[in-house]
C-alpha cells in the first residue's frame, strides 16, 4: 500500500513537473488593439519585424516590456525567438504550419509568428493575432 502510494506521488510530481516546461520561453505575450494597424518595431540586415493589430511584451508581471525595446537594446534577438519557436514546434509544445515557399507560421495562445520567406526574397517576421494568418500577412 504504501509503495502505490509512493509511486503515486512520484507520477503525480512528474506531472507537474512537465508542466512546467512551457512553450513560449521568453514570455512574449500579445495584447489586442487597433485591429487594422500594422507596426513595424525593429529591423537588422536580413528582418523586419511587425506587430500587427497590438503590442508585443516580452516578460511577464512589472518586469514586461515591449518587444521593440528589447531587440533594439539586443537583449533578445529575433533568430532566437524563432529557433525557440522552431524547438516549441518540433517538441509538439505548440502547433505550426509550414508553405510551399518556406515560410512558416507558430501558433501560441493568443498569437501567431509569422516567419515569411517568399520567392521574392521577404524574410519579415509578424507577430499576429491568432484570427490571422499567412494569407492576411502575404495577401493584405
Same mark, same amino acid.
Given at each position: 500500500m504504501l509503495k502505490r502510494l509512493i509511486v503515486s506521488l512520484v507520477l503525480i510530481l512528474a506531472l507537474m513537473l512537465s508542466a512546467c516546461s512551457q512553450p513560449n520561453k521568453y514570455g512574449l505575450s500579445f495584447t489586442a488593439g487597433n485591429k487594422t494597424?500594422?507596426? &513595424?518595431?525593429f529591423y537588422? +540586415? @536580413?528582418?523586419? %519585424? &511587425? %506587430? %500587427?493589430g497590438g503590442?508585443?511584451? %516580452?516578460? @511577464? /508581471?512589472e518586469s514586461a516590456e515591449l518587444l521593440e525595446i528589447v531587440l533594439n537594446r539586443g537583449e533578445l534577438t529575433v533568430?532566437?525567438?524563432?529557433?525557440?519557436?522552431? /524547438?516549441?514546434?518540433?517538441? /509538439?509544445?505548440? @502547433?505550426? @504550419?509550414? &508553405?510551399? +515557399?518556406g515560410s512558416v507560421e507558430y501558433h501560441y495562445d493568443g498569437f501567431d509568428i509569422i516567419k515569411l520567406n517568399t520567392h521574392l526574397g521577404n524574410r519579415d517576421v509578424y507577430f499576429v493575432p491568432s484570427s490571422m494568418s499567412y494569407y492576411d500577412v502575404t495577401n493584405p
Open positions: 494597424s500594422v507596426d &513595424y518595431i537588422n +540586415d @536580413e528582418r523586419v %519585424v &511587425y %506587430v %500587427v503590442i508585443m511584451t %516580452v516578460g @511577464e /508581471g533568430d532566437a525567438i524563432l529557433e525557440a519557436a522552431k /524547438g516549441d514546434a518540433d517538441n /509538439g509544445d505548440i @502547433e505550426y @504550419e509550414s &508553405y510551399p +515557399d
